[in-house]
């Protein structure tokens, strides 16, 4: 008897844990439930100097985070790397809605990056400009995707 008291409290206990991450509402409808979004106003940039150096150009190099929440990715690397104030967006190409911008200005070119919410997700984007730029294009690219959780999507 003990045994089989035993048995179901462990197979109870069981169940209970492995119960889907779902929630009823008043209608009755079930829905998913998902991880805690990241807050917007958690989200930056963060520019770290390189501890090797550009050699191959006898330039600087920096290292770009982007840091959202609790969590911190590498994003790329760059020549010179300052936080962009909202009121360089304009000039620098990014959005006004911008949520967060970095770049720098280095021996007559620069690297620029922003992330800005789309479509849901978080996107950051890079783009590059040179003094001997024809069209003033900084041609901006997605070059990596967030989920509202702050994971990385493909």
Sequence with gaps: MKKFLFINCLLAALLIGCKSETSEN?????????????DPATI???CQSATDPNTDADAP?????????NSKVKVADILNCEI??????????????????VGGWWAGAGDYLYIIEEGGKYVVKKGFIGEESENNDFGYKTIMTFDKAGKEVF
């Excluded at 998913?32 to 990241?38: D, G, H, P």
């Excluded at 190099?61 to 929440?69: A, S």
């Design 26 to 38: 008043k209608e009755g409808v079930t829905t998913e439930t998902t991880a805690a979004a990241v």
């Design 61 to 69: 190099r920096h290292e770009v985070f982007l840091q959202m929440g």
């Design 84 to 101: 962009l104030g909202k009121d360089t967006y304009e000039q620098n190409q990014v959005p006004a809605n911008a949520i967060a911008a």
């Design 44 to 46: 930056k940039f963060i």
